[in-house]
Structure formats: C-alpha cells, structure tokens
C-alpha cells in the first residue's frame, strides 16, 4: 500500500472521537517527501474540535514545511469522507495544487485536487 495512505489510515488509529465515535486520520506529504500525520481530536465543545487533516497540516507547518505533494484523509465510512469547509479552507490557502487521496478501511480510493474542493475561494488575494 502507498505509505501515505498508510500513514493516514494508522494516524486514524490515535483519534480521540468519545463523542461521535468518527475516527478520522490524514496524511500530508510534503515536496521533499516527508510525511506528517494527523487524527480529529474532539471537545466537549465541539466548535473546539480539531480535524485530522488541520492537525497532521499544522505538524507540517510547524516544522517550516511550505510546500505539499499530497494529503490523505481515512475514515470508516463506504462512501468516502471528503474534508469539510473548514479544511478546505486550509487546504486551500496552503496546497491548492495538492493532490487529495481519500481511503476506506476497505482500501477504496478516490483522487481528486484540493483546488477543485472550494469553487470561487477566499484567499489574500482580497485583503
């Protein structure tokens, strides 16, 4: 198996979901090929909820990384589980270019480009 979706699919494995019960892992790979990982880690507030792919892109941030190649995202679920506005929202201002891979417990995938998650997207360009 590809070692980023590998990579997300074992982060999945570390989620503090006591709430909902929804594990989610992701995966980024950077230009020069490392790999940081994140799971969703919830609140009692849930607005305070962190989600896998912020939290593995924040590691990567942290550590001076500016440039990615790729992002996985894996969850339990048969249809599989695209980010949601906030992430896109991220991921959209740090990788657009980025391919984004989601994957199953079952080992189905689905590829697509971050740029085409978030028609028309905010960005520095209107500040």
Request: charged letters at 20%; hydrophobic letters at 45%; one cysteine or more.
């Given at each position: 198996m590809d070692p980023l979706l590998q990579?997300?699919?074992d982060a999945r494995q570390h989620a503090h979901a006591p709430f909902s019960?929804?594990?989610?892992?992701?995966a980024v790979e950077?230009?020069?090929?490392?790999?940081?990982?994140?799971?969703?880690?919830e609140n009692a507030t849930y607005s305070l909820t962190l989600c896998a792919e912020r939290v593995a892109l924040a590691?990567?941030?942290?550590?001076?990384?500016?440039?990615f190649r790729r992002i996985a995202v894996a969850a339990a679920t048969k249809v599989l589980t695209p980010p949601c506005g906030s992430c896109r929202q991220i991921l959209w201002?740090?990788?657009p270019d980025a391919e984004?891979?989601?994957v199953n417990l079952e080992g189905?995938?689905?590829?697509?480009?971050?740029?085409?998650?978030l028609p028309r997207p905010f960005d520095a360009t209107f500040l």
């Amino acid at each position: 198996m590809d070692p980023l979706l590998q990579a997300a699919l074992d982060a999945r494995q570390h989620a503090h979901a006591p709430f909902s019960g929804f594990r989610v892992g992701a995966a980024v790979e950077t230009a020069d090929g490392r790999i940081f990982t994140g799971c969703n880690i919830e609140n009692a507030t849930y607005s305070l909820t962190l989600c896998a792919e912020r939290v593995a892109l924040a590691k990567a941030l942290s550590e001076g990384c500016r440039r990615f190649r790729r992002i996985a995202v894996a969850a339990a679920t048969k249809v599989l589980t695209p980010p949601c506005g906030s992430c896109r929202q991220i991921l959209w201002e740090f990788c657009p270019d980025a391919e984004l891979i989601l994957v199953n417990l079952e080992g189905a995938t689905e590829t697509l480009f971050v740029r085409d998650l978030l028609p028309r997207p905010f960005d520095a360009t209107f500040l």
